[in-house]
């Protein structure tokens, strides 16, 4: 057991919850995203299977090849994900970051009827660029907002799940084009990386917003931080970042980006949650289920 299993154990205590990480020769590993603290995002490994830690990626391919088990907690992170999402839709349309900072500096604010005015979620367009389970989770926000529903993903998803949500699928080009409000879901692969930049973006209404909560890399940040400045889109809410912990430059420096550390996880309940699924993986491994959450051919 020892020899042939626990190569790399680490136990963090975050409040109530104990978070798991468990590495092993030849069996499984239990991959948390999104911690919130010092995130360990990707694991690959080396000659010796000791790990190294990068952005984005396990090395699936050698777990593959070598019986490792690579499993995550999907159920957890579906819900909060959306929320954080549709919550920065909210912020960026009603301008509310932007006015809490204004607001506490002496004689910024304006007050009157057509003074901070901005712009309501109702009967516009959401388009979702990755339809799974968060893009899902969003869409059906979204329906109780009373909002349009476009998608794009890379498979189509059924007609029962098109008809619950009102959701029409487009090619990515026209979502881009029609859309008033665009989220990012999608994985991050050699597809999707700066899926958008400075030719997608110029694709978007002027008076459109642009929501990532998937992976920084999906966007080419800096040609994103330039969109900004020059105005071509209405303003960005990003949870990711293509380099974190840096954060590009010029968006810090921007009133229409809203920027928060990777928080799309980060609540009690999600700790717990993803904790007690961790732990119903390993043990669910070392009993032999096959029903515990796999990522790879074992």
Same mark, same amino acid.
């Given at each position: ?169 487009? #090619?990515?080009?026209?979502? %881009?084009?029609? +859309?008033?409000? &665009? ?5 991050? @692969?050699? *597809? =999707? ?55 590009? #430059?010029?968006?810090?420096? %921007?009133?229409? +980006?809203?920027? &928060? ?5 980060? @609540?009690? *309940? =999600? ?28």
């Amino acid at each position: 057991m020892l020899k042939h299993a626990i190569r790399y154990f680490i136990i963090r205590r975050w409040r109530e919850s104990i978070v798991i990480f468990e590495f092993m020769r030849s069996g499984m590993i239990n991959l948390l995203h999104n911690l919130g603290m010092n995130t360990v995002s990707d694991i690959v490994f080396d000659d010796k299977l000791e790990i190294t830690y990068i952005k984005d990626n396990i090395d699936m391919k050698y777990a593959d090849e070598h019986g490792i088990v690579v499993t995550n907690t999907p159920d957890p992170v579906t819900e909060p994900t959306a929320e954080l999402a549709f919550g920065l839709m909210h912020s960026l349309c009603r301008r509310i970051v932007e006015l809490d900072r204004d607001i506490r500096i002496k004689d910024k604010i304006k007050w009157g009827l057509m003074q901070n005015i901005g712009s309501t979620m109702t009967n516009k367009t959401l388009g979702i660029i990755g339809f799974g389970r968060i893009g899902q989770a969003l869409a059906r926000r979204a329906v109780a907002a009373k909002m349009n529903i476009v998608y794009y993903s890379r498979h189509r998803v059924n007609e029962e799940i098109e008809n619950l949500y009102h959701a029409k699928y487009v #090619p990515m080009n026209e979502l %881009l084009k029609i +859309a008033d409000f &665009v989220s990012l879901n999608t994985p991050l @692969t050699a *597809e =999707t990386t700066h899926l958008i930049g400075k030719e997608q973006l110029a694709l978007m209404k002027p008076s459109a917003f642009l929501v990532n909560t998937s992976r920084g890399a999906v966007i080419n940040e800096h040609e994103l931080a330039e969109a900004l400045r020059d105005n071509v889109i209405a303003g960005a809410g990003l949870d990711v970042y293509e380099k974190e912990p840096i954060v590009e #430059p010029l968006l810090m420096t %921007l009133n229409n +980006a809203i920027l &928060v550390p990777h928080i799309g996880t980060a @609540t009690r *309940e =999600t700790r717990q949650d993803t904790a007690i699924m961790a732990c119903e993986n390993i043990l669910g491994f070392y009993a032999g289920k096959q029903d515990i959450h796999r990522c790879g051919k074992w």
